[in-house]
């Protein structure tokens, strides 16, 4: 969703915050650097830490809810 970001035109941020349904207003003035979230796994992204914590809530979740 949302339009490709401008090759042409310096936007302030992270490139992807514009799309992102994620984005804060950290996003929309700092662009994040790349760092490794978990071994072998890099991301750009400030939230990124976030989703990694909520996969985890989730699978936790749906393991309770398949095996009880």
Known sequence: PGMVPSL?????GCLFAPRCSYA???CEVE???LA???KQHY???WESGNFAHRLEHLRHDLCHCIWP
Not at 8 to 12: M, Q, S, T, Y
């Open 31 to 33: 662009s994040p650097q």
């Open 24 to 26: 804060s207003e950290k």
């Open 43 to 45: 991301a750009a992204c």
């Open 8 to 12: 042409i035109e310096k936007i302030p």
């Open 36 to 38: 490794e979230h978990r």
